[in-house]
């Protein structure tokens, strides 16, 4: 059980996520959700992909009983957490593959914050939007908290 809040366990998602990625991948920046980043400014020839990261349910609002009673009543929060892949189009698959499996080993048996990873997708090829190749990589995740009802 988690005595933080679901936006701060977010925070610390996106936190263990940069700590992850970025030593594997130094030259392929992440879009957080909220922040500027326009992938027509990257400079093709040395940055040929980027990834984008989003939540969804992370919420202080509204969360569905687990068990107890109403007055000892413990909390799961739900969602789901994406990471999106891309890579400039005609560079071949090799690269977007490449970074899929390792977002992909950042969701298989996570846990951070309280939060934890399950129902992970395989990587799901969306193909070209003519500028870039997309592959996508998704899991739910269950976060725990030890409030009471209101």
Do not use: C, K
């Amino acid at each position: 059980m988690s005595e933080i809040s679901p936006r701060e366990a977010q925070g610390q998602l996106f936190a263990a996520f940069e700590a992850y990625w970025t030593p594997l991948y130094p030259d392929v920046p992440i879009a957080w959700p909220n922040s500027a980043f326009d992938p027509q400014e990257l400079s093709p020839g040395l940055e040929d992909a980027w990834v984008r990261v989003f939540t969804t349910g992370f919420t202080d609002q509204g969360h569905v009983p687990l068990s107890g009673s109403v007055e000892t009543n413990y909390f799961q929060e739900t969602g789901r957490f994406t990471i999106e892949t891309y890579v400039r189009q005609g560079r071949g698959t090799g690269q977007v593959n490449d970074l899929a499996y390792a977002a992909q080993g950042f969701m298989d048996g996570a846990r951070v914050a309280d939060v934890i990873f399950n129902n992970r997708t395989g990587a799901q090829h969306v193909g070209s939007d003519g500028a870039w190749y997309q592959v996508i990589q998704a899991a739910d995740w269950v976060y725990f908290t030890n409030r009471v009802a209101p």
